[in-house]
């Protein structure tokens, strides 16, 4: 298994994340299978690319997980469960094909307590896709992941559950699998801590947190 982790320097790439109940996984797990024969990158499952949508993605030295995961149980025992309702399904950039959540107040709030914990816990280290292309960023991009390490920030967060990512991006016309979001909604309550793999998976956990609890 390749992970993004940096045994050097003592530094590896996390993603904390929403893990959906059990009946949202799977009907992403089938999503996923269908999706295949178009040609894809990678495929979720049980044990390896596991559903999941993004709070905040990051590397971090190893000597501080630990820290990060107390704040992460201090933050998930202060909440207490919430919905999301999905409103669209999207061929994105770059080929992702995902399905888009409402950001509600609960999930601006999660993201903001996630970013204040962990975000000083980097000591400024950035994902290795960022060091190899930042001086190519718009200004803008390019302060956003500097301060934060991460791109999707605030009015810039869209939360997604990804269900693979297209070899050759197609557009939603040439798409012959019967993909549905609106029975995708859920009510939140485990995020976890996973270790990144490539295209931003899931690739092993860390810990699981349940909210308000």
Request: hydrophobic share 40%.
């Amino acid at each position: 298994m390749q992970l993004n982790t940096n045994k050097a320097m003592d530094l590896l790439d996390i993603n904390i994340v929403i893990a959906p109940p059990e009946h949202i996984a799977k009907k992403a797990r089938y999503l996923s299978r269908q999706l295949k024969k178009q040609g894809t990158l990678f495929t979720l499952g049980r044990i390896d690319h596991f559903p999941h949508i993004s709070i905040y993605m990051c590397r971090l030295p190893l000597a501080n997980l630990e820290k990060a995961q107390k704040e992460l149980s201090n933050i998930t025992a202060s909440l207490d469960p919430f919905p999301i309702t999905a409103y669209r399904f999207r061929n994105a950039k770059r080929g992702y094909i995902d399905i888009r959540y409402y950001r509600n107040l609960h999930l601006r709030k999660l993201q903001q307590l996630v970013i204040d914990a962990i975000n000083p816990l980097r000591k400024g280290a950035l994902l290795e896709s960022d060091l190899q292309k930042i001086t190519t960023y718009p200004l803008k991009l390019k302060r956003m992941v500097e301060k934060y390490g991460y791109r999707s920030v605030g009015k810039e967060y869209y939360p997604h559950l990804s269900l693979t990512r297209l070899a050759n991006q197609l557009t939603l016309p040439q798409m012959t699998t019967a993909l549905q979001w609106q029975d995708m909604a859920f009510t939140v309550n485990k995020v976890g801590i996973y270790l990144c793999g490539e295209n931003g998976t899931c690739r092993r956990l860390i810990k699981m947190y349940h909210l308000n609890g």
